[in-house]
């Protein structure tokens, strides 16, 4: 069973352009979550999708991203325009909804953006 | 809010020395705990957890223990290889909650 896929595995775009990230998960798992890791600090919660439908968005971080997950499948996180302080590693998690539970969370490798 | 202190790093050791790597947490509740890694080249995986107090997890040598009385549940591995190297990230899940709360990662080398 293929695992979590991420594309591209690096980014570097300067300051202002436009930058589209893709996630494709796990086949089978409803739930999908993106995190961030900035300058080496502690990865922080995103987003998370259930199916198509954004379940919880609060940890966007404001109005230049965006996240899609057109026909419950694979998922998109654009940065538009992109500023200086976006570069990190975004992770793209999956994940089954086991009766009351959330179960485990399996990762992508992650695509590091840099911007100049 | 959900919080997790860990190490900071780098660390490095010899093979065969004693690994420990102190992660301390704040959460309202039972929360699950969880020790994820991540080898070079490679996407975060599960290396351990534990649901609920005194549970220990284990997994490749490594152990960690949930301890409630301290917030802590510190990863351990009493003699670590050349494959060991990699970052290691310690992180909570609330009750009924989906999201992982993360420290900062605590990047380990091992020379041979």
């Known amino acids: 069973e293929a695992g979590v896929t991420q594309f591209p595995s690096h980014s570097v775009i300067e300051k202002g352009q436009t930058v589209t990230l893709r996630c494709d998960p796990i086949?089978?798992?409803?739930?999908l979550y993106w995190y961030r890791r900035v300058m080496g600090k502690e990865i922080k919660f995103l987003l998370h999708?259930?199916?198509?439908?954004?379940?919880?968005e609060s940890g966007m971080p404001n109005n230049r991203f965006l996240a899609e997950r057109t026909g419950g499948t694979y998922s998109t996180l654009k940065v538009q325009p992109a500023e200086l302080e976006d570069s990190g590693v975004y992770f793209c998690?999956?994940?089954?909804?086991?009766?009351?539970?959330?179960?485990?969370?399996?990762f992508g490798p992650g695509t590091r953006l840099t911007v100049l | 809010g959900n919080s997790v202190t860990q190490m900071e790093g780098p660390v490095t050791l010899s093979e065969e020395a004693f690994l420990t790597i102190n992660c301390t947490y704040t959460?309202?509740?039972?929360?699950?705990l969880f020790w994820y890694v991540q080898y070079p080249g490679e996407g975060l995986q599960l290396l351990l957890k534990?649901?609920?107090?005194?549970d220990k997890g284990s997994n490749k040598g490594f152990e960690a223990t949930y301890r409630k009385e301290t917030t802590s549940f510190h990863l351990e591995k009493g003699s670590v290889q050349v494959s060991d190297s990699a970052v290691y990230f310690c992180?909570?899940?609330?009750?009924?909650?989906?999201?992982?709360?993360f420290g900062a990662g605590t990047t380990v080398t091992v020379r041979a």
């Open positions: 998690a999956s994940s089954t909804t086991g009766g009351s539970t959330y179960n485990e969370q399996f």
């Open positions: 086949s089978g798992h409803d739930n």
């Open positions: 999708f259930v199916k198509e439908s954004k379940q919880d």
């Open positions: 959460a309202t509740g039972y929360p699950s």
């Open positions: 534990a649901t609920k107090a005194d």
């Open positions: 992180a909570l899940r609330g009750t009924n909650d989906y999201k992982l709360s």
